[in-house]
T-cell receptor, first 113, second 117 residues
Framework: KNQVEQSPQSLIILEGKNCTLQ??????????LRWYKQDTGRGPVSLTI?????NTKSNGRYTATLDADTKQSSLHITASQLSDSASYIC????????????FGAGTRLAVHP | EAGVAQSPRYKIIEKRQSVAFWCNPI?????LYWYQQILGQGPKLLIQ????????DSQLPKDRFSAERLKGVDSTLKIQPAKLEDSAVYLC???????????????FGPGTRLLVL
C-alpha cells in the first residue's frame, strides 16, 4: 500500500533556530517527491521537487534531501522566521500514473519569537 | 498570473442539506483536481479531470458527491445530502499539461472550509 509518513506531527522552535522535518514513504514505483508548505487557511504551495536521481534540492532557507534507497526525505529549515509557521506536507508521486499524489499528514511547525 | 479561485471560502450547513463548491483553475491548465482535507490530515484526492473528462474518481463517494467540469474550464463539486463527516476543507488544484505527467506541479486554491452541523 502506498503510504507517506511524516514526523514529528508538530514542532515548536524559537525564531532563528534550525529544524529538520522527516518523511518516510512506501510508494512504488517512485517518480518524485515534493515538499509543500501550507499556511493556515491557504492551499499548499510547492517548495521543492526531487526525482530519483536527485538527493538534495534547495529553495532559499529550505533544503530538501532524498535517499531513494531507504525511502526517506528530510526538509531542513535554516534560520527560521515567524513566517515559517505552517504545515509542511511531504507528497510522493508514483511513476506512470496521471500525476496522482500521495500526501503525508504534514508536520505543523510553530516558530515563536 | 491569477491563481486558482474557489468560492465560497466558508460554508456552514446542517446535515442532510446540499452544498456546492466552485473552482476556476489557472487559465490554460488542462488538469483539475478536487481534494478533501480533514483537519490534521493531508489532502485526499476526490476526483481528477483532464479537460472535461474524468481521469480518476476512485475515492469519490458517488452516492452523495458529484462533480462536473463543463467546457473543460470551471468545475463544481456538489454534496447531496451532507453528513457530519463531510466537514473538511475542499481544495481545488490545477496543473498545466494535457498528458498529466508525473512531474507537473499542482497549484492549489485557498480552499472552501465546510462545517456540517
Amino acid at each position: 500500500k502506498n503510504q507517506v509518513e511524516q514526523s514529528p506531527q508538530s514542532l515548536i522552535i524559537l525564531e532563528g533556530k534550525n529544524c529538520t522535518l522527516q518523511c518516510n514513504y512506501t510508494v512504488s514505483p517512485f517518480s518524485n517527491l515534493r515538499w509543500y508548505k501550507q499556511d493556515t487557511g491557504r492551499g499548499p504551495v510547492s517548495l521543492t521537487i526531487m526525482t530519483f536521481s536527485e538527493n538534495t534540492k534547495s529553495n532559499g532557507r529550505y533544503t530538501a534531501t532524498l535517499d531513494a534507497d531507504t525511502k526517506q526525505s528530510s526538509l531542513h529549515i535554516t534560520a527560521s522566521q515567524l513566517s515559517d509557521s505552517a504545515s509542511y506536507i511531504c507528497v510522493v508521486s508514483a511513476t506512470g500514473g496521471y500525476n496522482k499524489l500521495i500526501f503525508g499528514a504534514g508536520t505543523r511547525l510553530a516558530v515563536h519569537p | 498570473e491569477a491563481g486558482v479561485a474557489q468560492s465560497p471560502r466558508y460554508k456552514i450547513i446542517e446535515k442532510r442539506q446540499s452544498v456546492a463548491f466552485w473552482c476556476n483553475p489557472i487559465s490554460g491548465h488542462a488538469t483539475l483536481y478536487w481534494y478533501q482535507q480533514i483537519l490534521g490530515q493531508g489532502p485526499k484526492l476526490l476526483i481528477q479531470f483532464q479537460n472535461n473528462g474524468v481521469v480518476d474518481d476512485s475515492q469519490l463517494p458517488k452516492d452523495r458527491f458529484s462533480a462536473e467540469r463543463l467546457k473543460g474550464v470551471d468545475s463544481t463539486l456538489k454534496i447531496q445530502p451532507a453528513k457530519l463527516e463531510d466537514s473538511a476543507v475542499y481544495l481545488c488544484a490545477s496543473s498545466l499539461g494535457t498528458s498529466g505527467r508525473d512531474q507537473e506541479t499542482q497549484y492549489f486554491g485557498p480552499g472552501t472550509r465546510l462545517l456540517v452541523l
